[in-house]
């Protein structure tokens, strides 16, 4: 029997790696159970894995991330520590807080936080500087902030001014005791913290972004709805798919109708991507109304997406906000949210329009819920990219890897 010829089925006593068959495609490997070593067909197949941080900056030499990267536990608290507690997060909108004395809690990647309108925009971490305590509850409005366990008051900008019943608690001063501080900052009706106090400001961080998205004219858009959907599939299996339109003829047969998909372009920037398409307008034979009937050049879906994980898609008369938040290594939850133009929220056109995403979104949930239990297939490590349509993904894989080295 020649062990070298693909088609030949092997013994267990023939197989170095105690592989039991294996066929011409390395696909279709089977191990044999424990045996965790690859057969040589799958290691020739391999990039080098020496150091899974380095994504080649040419695209027709890369290989994409590690499999191991979309499941592995250390790797998911390496993430929170180096790119998210310092990236820029979208925790609420300009409304919660458009008046002096309007706050709202909340709760980001694990810390308790509270946003608060003083004269000027105010982030604390939500922790009582006693015994750790809640300072504040959910949203309202408020001249101060009593602790929820024993009623030490905080003022909105954070100064302890009272703490009952301390007297003769030596070398206690209250100015050591304020509410810890977070960055917050505002932009494009959203507000935004960051946990990182030498992040750069959040503008700055945006690059071109605020002059490209200003194109649309969304100064007097209005919240309309929201839905969060619980994914299981780690946060950047879900932002793989979104930095693609290569998928959208297979996987979305709806939504390539109403999109040129020769014409759908992708513009990767330092901090965030770009992806655009001219709207087909109505052709001649359409047997269903589209969405938009008019085809014109400046006429354009626009998806911006921001390291690492908010996206905003404009749309000529609306607005989507998603954020992608790791629960776990293979648990991840997408917030949309739909802005709309004052006059529509009542209109069939804009419940159609969330049904629209919505039937978009259960699409991509299922690939991506698929792939991400294959990527914990032996048969499979890293794969390639397609130069025409992965740029995105590639540009992504890159600010991923670096992010991960920074100390
Ligand atoms: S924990 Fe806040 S007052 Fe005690
Ligand atoms: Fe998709």
Request: with cysteine.
């Amino acid at each position: 029997m020649d062990d070298s010829t693909p088609e030949t089925v092997r013994t267990r006593a023939s197989c170095p790696c105690r592989l039991v068959r294996t066929t011409s495609d390395p696909r279709s490997v089977i191990f044999c159970d424990p045996c965790d070593t690859p057969p040589a067909a799958v290691l020739q197949l391999r990039p080098r894995m020496l150091d899974p941080f380095q994504i080649d900056p040419d695209i027709s030499r890369a290989w994409t991330l590690p499999a191991l990267y979309y499941s592995d536990p250390a790797i998911f608290v390496r993430e929170k520590e180096t790119i998210f507690r310092r990236a820029w997060q979208v925790v609420g909108h300009h409304s919660q807080v458009a008046g002096p004395g309007d706050y709202f809690t909340t709760e980001l990647h694990g810390e308790p936080l509270l946003v608060v309108r003083d004269r000027e925009l105010r982030g604390y971490y939500n922790i009582c500087r006693h015994r750790a305590g809640p300072p504040a509850e959910g949203c309202g409005t408020r001249k101060l902030f009593r602790c929820g366990y024993h009623g030490w008051t905080y003022g909105l900008d954070g100064k302890l001014i009272s703490a009952p019943e301390v007297e003769g608690v030596q070398e206690f001063h209250p100015e050591d005791f304020s509410l810890l501080p977070v960055r917050a900052e505002e932009w494009f009706h959203f507000v935004f913290v960051n946990l990182d106090p030498r992040a750069r400001g959040l503008v700055e961080s945006l690059g071109e972004l605020p002059q490209q998205a200003g194109r649309f004219d969304f100064a007097g858009l209005k919240f309309f709805t929201r839905r969060v959907y619980d994914m299981r599939c780690n946060w950047k299996t879900y932002i793989d798919n979104y930095l693609e339109g290569y998928h959208l003829p297979s996987v979305h047969p709806g939504l390539n109708r109403e999109l040129d998909y020769n014409a759908y372009t992708v513009e990767p920037h330092a901090r965030y991507i770009r992806q655009f398409s001219p709207i087909r307008g109505a052709q001649p034979g359409d047997s269903a109304p589209r969405r938009y009937q008019e085809a014109r050049a400046d006429l354009t879906t626009d998806y911006f997406w921001v390291f690492p994980n908010w996206m905003l898609n404009c749309y000529p008369d609306n607005l989507q906000l998603n954020i992608v938040l790791p629960l776990a290594p293979e648990r991840t939850l997408a917030v949309f949210e739909w802005y709309l133009l004052e006059k529509d929220l009542q209109s069939p056109a804009a419940l159609a329009s969330v049904e629209f995403s919505d039937q978009v979104q259960k699409e991509d949930i299922a690939i991506c819920e698929t792939v991400q239990k294959n990527l914990r297939s032996r048969s499979y490590s890293r794969g390639r990219y397609s130069l025409k349509q992965e740029k995105g993904v590639h540009a992504f894989h890159r600010m991923y890897a670096e992010a991960m080295q920074e100390k």
